[in-house]
Every structure is written in C-alpha cells, then in structure tokens.
C-alpha cells in the first residue's frame, strides 16, 4: 500500500528510484586477552590495519577529489589525517601494551573515550567528529577482520536510505555509483554525508520518522525533498504525477540557474535586494541555493514548539550563532518572538481576550512578562559573535516601547559583559512597521532605531480594519488599495527622510505585480519565502526602474483598486509583453 | 617557555580545516606545542587534541612552547591563528 513518509527536506529536487537500504552491521567485540610475548606481533597487527585503512582512505579522498574538487575531499583527507594522528594511535597501542588485549577491545575502548568527549560539546560541527572518529577506527576494525565487508557497489538509480551514513561510506558510494537520493533517520544538517549531498545536488531528506523499518530493499520509492516527502510504494497514478513533479523542476532548476547567475542590478543598473524569510533552522541550509542574500526575516515562534529551547540561552546562542555563520557575510534578522494572538501554549498563561488580534501579545506580551524575552535577547547578543545579526522587533505601537526594549538590552549587554560572554560586535537594532500608527513615530526615531522592516500583511490588515481569513470581507484586503499605497509611500518616505533603510517582508514582497511596484515606488530591500526569489529576480533585472516610476506616477491619480491593478498590468505588458 | 594568549578570530574557529594547518604547522617545531581552552590543555602536534578543544570564533586561547625553537614556534603558530588560517580574505 502507498505510504507517505515526511522529513526535513535539505537538498531539493524529484527523483523515482530503487531504495537501496543502508545497515552498518556492528558486530560485538568481547575483551580478548593475549599472552605478553603475543604483545608486539598484535601491535604490529593493529599498525598493518592501521596502514591498510589509511590507503584506503587515501584512495577515496583522491577519487572524491576527482569527482567534486579539493573542498570536498577534505572531510576525508581530514579522517586520514585523523588516521595518522600519533596520540590517537599511541593511546591505542598503549592499551595493547599495557592490558595485554586484541587490538580491536584497545580501539573500541578508545572509541568510547572520544565519543564522550566529542557528544559533550555543545556546538554541533564539532559535536560530529565523533562520527569521524568512529568512521575510522572501525574501519581499521574492519580491516583486522580476515573476512572484510566489501560494499557491494553495482546498481545505479538507487535512492540510499540509513539510520545514518558514515562519511567515508558515504564517500564511497557517491563516487562509485549513481545515487538519487538520500534519505537519512538520523542524519544532522552538519553531518558530512549531508553536506556531501549538498554539494552534489542530491535531493536529501532527513529526520525520517522510522523509514528504516518501513523500506523494503530494491523497491521503488519516490523522494520528494522539494516538500520533504518519501513515497514508498507509489502507485502508478503516483509516479506519473511525480515523474512530471521532476520534470518540472529540472526546467524550473535551468531556468534558476540562468537568473541566479545575474547582478542584483535593475535593467537600467539600479541595485535591490532579496533576502530570504524562514521559519525553522533546517531552512537555513538551503537559503543560498534559492539565490537569497542572507536571512530577512527568522520568525522565531517556533521555539515555543519545543519547550527546552524557548527556555535555554545556550540552546538558542547556539543555533543562532549557527545561522549566522552559515549566513556569512549576507546578514541573519532574528525577529523576536511574535506569539499571543493565535495560538495559546503552556508557556504563556494568557487571560482570554474578546478581541487578540488587538490585544496581549508580541512586545506587548513580554513587557509584561519579560522573561523569555531576556532570554532570547541574551542570547541573540551572545550570537553575534561575527557582527553580521540583527535584531527585530514586532508590533512596536509606541516610542515607550522601544525605549524599554532598549533599556532590557542594554542591561543584559552590560551583564554579559561582566560575565564576559560577549564580543564587542555592534547589534544592530530595527522594529517592524505593521501597526499604522507607526507610521507616524518613524520621524522620532532617527537616534533609536538602526532599520525597519515592514511587515505588510499585517500592515494593510490593520490599516483596512479587514480579517484576510475571514471569506465574506477578504476581498476587501487587496494591496492595490490606494490608500494602502499612499501608506506604502509614505513610510518610505519617512524612513529615507531620517536616513534608515527599510526591508519589505509580507507576502508582497514575494509576488510578482505587488514586488514589481514596491520597486517602482523605491523599495530596493525585499525579504520573501525563499522560493519565489528566482521569479523576482528574473522580474527585476529584466525592468527598467524608470519605466515603472513614470507607470506608477499615473497610479496616483486613480482611486479605484482594480483599475490601480489592471492600469499597472497592462502598463508594464505593453513594454514587456512576455514579462508574466 | 614561552605563554601566548590570542583570540580565534576566523569564522569558524578550530574546526577540520584550521586544526589541521595548526598541527602540521606545530608539527614542524621541535618544541612542544600546547593549546589551552576552557582549562583544558592539549598538544597541538595532535589534530585530534585540537579539535577536542571545540574552540570558536571569539574565543579566548593560551599557546605554550616549550624547546629549543619555542620562541618561533609561539610567534608562527600566533601568526597562523592572527591570519584567520589564510581562510578569509
């Protein structure tokens, strides 16, 4: 029967192959002593496994580099050079020595040292070395045994799904065989076989729920790690539709590629910006292949999905100063969290109100309580260890506001300084335009806030009085409203008057039409859900800034919103007929 | 012997890359060369005790020689970590 698994998608793409189940078979190794005169032919056993598994090694590096270049072989030029560390294998001998034991007991006892001291580090990319040095001693283990385990390499098409891959396995099969796709339980997004993934555009899903057990070897399964999704024993109705779901993305990836490869240049050379909006951490991985300069916008709510971490500084300092990292140089926006209106949770003990969506909630909800909010700030001051995040904040209705936000941080700022867990890197300070009366404070805020980023789903919201989810009046929510674009105008406007810049994160900075007038009023910053950059930018850089300016000056004459609409459409199709 | 104290300053710290320039540099010195961090002390000649270290970017380290060349070998290995490892330009 069809079964659809989901995951954390990392590399995207469609792919129908043959599952080809990956099980390291661990055998048990059981103290084995040895007499002392045996001693020094089992440390020269040990040193002969030690030799064989670092040509081995050797070999695969220098096929991996072969195949992707320099960068990538060094995940296992790095094991090799683990291979040939002297303390590492010293330790080993002396246990021999010492113990009068096998090899293979002094290895796993040394294996075990270091799996405990890498599972204690808290930062992930170090954390994964322990996988490296479990790679290799077991390979030396392997390579002891007189009956090796040889990986059968002879299919192709097949689609490799495992608890999790060591690198130099993974290594092996990538270089020897085509593979599809990957699919891993376990796998981190640090992990080098999902980095060697990455590289190699293989569609990779991760965090599977119970696969393992579900797959059956040699069958036909579909990945789909556009959406996160394993298909295992599709119909054929199924693989029809996904054969098309894969063609489509293969015209859709040329396509990308043609316009990534472009300046973020108008046709007549004005510079803009696309930056990418996401919700969970996976995300990041995956930003820059869909052609974002940085992170615009991180919601962090979902924080308070996973209780530990809402409440932990270390837990959240980490992940930020992750992101960030990944981000480099481009910039990370992390927007505090924006809860209290839709969803209630354990953490928040909130009074019902008649009427949330005017009521208790973002800034105003941790003024009050602040604190999970001194957490979060704690540890986005700690992360920005390289100086490249800022720090955003929601539904500012006030100037009080921000000025108490200011105080909270400039007193964990001096706190952690005392505590010296803080680098001298200027965080820079913005609060999100989407309460209309915003709009007006902007003007005051020249010496207390470094950028802004309007939020224009709940700005227009907001400034029609309209629920965009309620169907009876939606239809009065349409951003061509000409009082929405008299807003638009003015808060850029008021925002280059006191010499900020201004990012436009709601959905209309993702859609073609509404994007395409921002540009033309004079927005140059969008941040958008990461998958419609490649659109816009083709949108962008195939227009003349100009052109839309003088189209738009005409808008301002019109009061209707679909006149405003169909006037800016046909403006633009009449120079640009293939543009849409 | 000779104490230095320096701080990482590439982006991402002593990670595969940056510990394996830093031992095969350490590698070279007859000196003994050790690395502390978090009151945590080890030989830089070995890779595997460097990244044990976990040590990122902004983080506070001490380097210690001890030889007939540790006036070098402090100065090089310093002079490595100062140049972010050659990683960035």
Redesign the interface.
């Known amino acids: 029967m069809e079964k659809t698994i989901s995951g954390n998608p990392i590399t995207s793409g469609v792919e129908i192959g043959y599952a080809f189940l990956f099980q390291s078979k661990e055998n048990q190794i059981f103290k084995e002593s040895i007499s002392r005169n045996k001693v020094k032919s089992e440390e020269v056993r040990f040193l002969n496994g030690v030799k064989e598994s670092q040509s081995q090694l050797k070999k695969i590096s220098k096929n991996l580099e072969k195949k992707l270049g320099k960068e990538s072989a060094l995940i296992i030029e790095t094991q090799y050079l683990l291979l040939k560390d002297k303390e590492l294998l010293n330790s080993i001998i002396a246990i021999i020595r010492n113990e009068s034991v096998k090899s293979e007991w002094a290895i796993k006892q040394i294996e075990k040292k270091y799996i405990e001291l890498f599972s204690n580090i808290p930062d992930l990319a170090f954390q994964e070395k322990r996988n490296d040095i479990s790679d290799i001693l077991n390979r030396i283990i392997n390579n002891l045994k007189s009956n090796k385990i040889k990986l059968n390499t002879d299919n192709d098409n097949i689609i490799l799904i495992a608890d999790d891959i060591p690198p130099s396995i993974a290594a092996t099969l990538i270089t020897k065989r085509k593979i599809l796709g990957l699919i891993l339980e376990k796998g981190c997004e640090t992990s080098h076989s999902v980095i060697l993934a990455k590289t190699l555009e293989i569609p990779t899903i991760i965090g599977t729920q119970n696969i393992v057990n579900l797959v059956e070897n040699g069958k036909t399964i579909i990945i789909d790690s556009i959406k996160g999704d394993v298909i295992l024993s599709p119909k054929k109705k199924t693989i029809e539709i996904y054969l098309k779901k894969k063609k489509d993305y293969q015209i859709y990836k040329t396509e990308k590629k043609k316009v990534l490869l472009l300046p973020d240049k108008t046709k007549d050379l004005i510079n803009f910006q696309l930056s990418a909006n996401i919700e969970f951490p996976f995300e990041s991985e995956t930003v820059n292949s869909y052609g974002a300069k940085g992170i615009g916008l991180f919601r962090t709510e979902f924080l308070f999905t996973e209780s530990d971490i809402a409440i932990s500084e270390e837990k959240q300092y980490l992940l930020y100063k992750n992101i960030a990292q990944k981000v480099y140089p481009d910039k990370l926006t992390i927007r505090t969290f924006d809860v209290g209106r839709d969803k209630t949770n354990d953490f928040i003990k909130q009074e019902k109100e008649q009427n949330p969506a005017l009521g208790t909630m973002a800034v105003r909800l941790f003024l009050k309580e602040p604190k999970l909010l001194i957490t979060q700030i704690r540890a986005i001051l700690r992360a920005n260890e390289i100086g490249n995040i800022k720090l955003l904040f929601p539904m500012i209705t006030e100037f009080e506001e921000i000025i108490e936000l200011k105080k909270i941080i400039s007193i964990e700022k001096n706190k952690l300084k005392s505590e010296g867990l803080i680098s001298d890197k200027i965080l820079e300070i913005g609060i999100m335009i989407e309460i209309p009366a915003t709009i007006k404070l902007i003007r005051h805020l020249k010496d207390e806030v470094d950028f802004f980023s309007l939020g224009s789903n709940d700005l227009i919201q907001y400034l029609l009085a309209v629920d965009r989810n309620n169907s009876a009046i939606s239809y009065l929510y349409k951003p061509f409203n000409p009082s929405v674009i008299d807003a638009l105008k003015e808060i850029l406007e008021e925002v280059t008057k006191i010499g900020k810049e201004i990012t436009v994160c709601g959905e209309i900075a993702g859609n073609g039409p509404t994007a395409l007038l921002l540009l033309g009023m004079g927005f140059t910053s969008f941040s958008m859900n990461p998958l419609s950059i490649v659109e816009i930018k083709r949108l962008f850089t195939t227009i003349n800034i100009s052109y839309l300016k003088n189209v738009i000056k005409k808008l301002y004459k019109l009061t209707l919103k679909q006149e405003i609409k169909n006037t800016f459409i046909n403006s633009i199709l009449k120079k640009y007929p293939e543009l849409f | 012997m000779v104490e230095i104290q320096t701080e990482i300053i590439n ?2 710290g002593l ?3 940056a510990a ?1 320039k830093l ?1 095969h540099l350490a590698n070279s010195f007859n000196a003994e060369v050790s690395i502390v961090y978090n009151e945590v002390r080890v ?1 830089a ?5 460097i ?2 270290l ?1 040590a ?3 983080n506070s380290i001490t380097v210690i020689t001890e030889g007939s060349d540790e006036q070098e070998a402090a100065a090089t290995v310093k002079n490595l970590i100062d140049r972010k490892f050659d990683e960035e330009k």
Do not use: C, D, M, Q
């Not at chain 2, 000649?45 to 005790?49: E, F, N, T, Y």
């Open positions: 982006k991402l990670h595969a890359r394996a031992s030989n000649k070995s890779l595997l005790g990244l044990t976990a990122s970017v902004g």
